[in-house]
């Protein structure tokens, strides 16, 4: 996080994708079935790996953002 490696957010991450920053996607298990669908066919499209993980609730006290 410090590191500014980290990107949070629908519009954050689109954006390190577009740059060719991105080498992971990891996207909350409750986000909306549109969201999934979106990061999925990104992540095929770029060749960068997407993973389904936790809750939002869960992801952001990883990343020790608030909700």
């Known amino acids: 996080m410090k590191a500014g490696k980290l990107a949070y957010g629908t519009d954050m991450?689109?954006?390190?994708?577009?740059?060719n920053k991105a080498k992971i996607?990891?996207?909350s298990?409750?986000?909306?079935?549109?969201t999934k669908s979106k990061f999925?066919?990104?992540?095929e499209e770029?060749?960068?790996?997407y993973y389904e993980y936790g809750t939002k609730?869960?992801?952001s006290l990883g990343i020790r953002k608030n909700k």
Not at 29 to 34: F, K, P, V, Y
Not at 40 to 43: A, D, E, T
Not at 46 to 49: C, L, R, V
């Open 13 to 19: 991450c689109i954006e390190k994708i577009k740059y």
């Open 25 to 27: 996607i990891i996207v």
């Open 29 to 34: 298990s409750d986000a909306s079935e549109n």
């Open 40 to 43: 999925k066919k990104i992540s």
């Open 46 to 49: 770029n060749n960068i790996k």
């Open 57 to 59: 609730e869960e992801l």
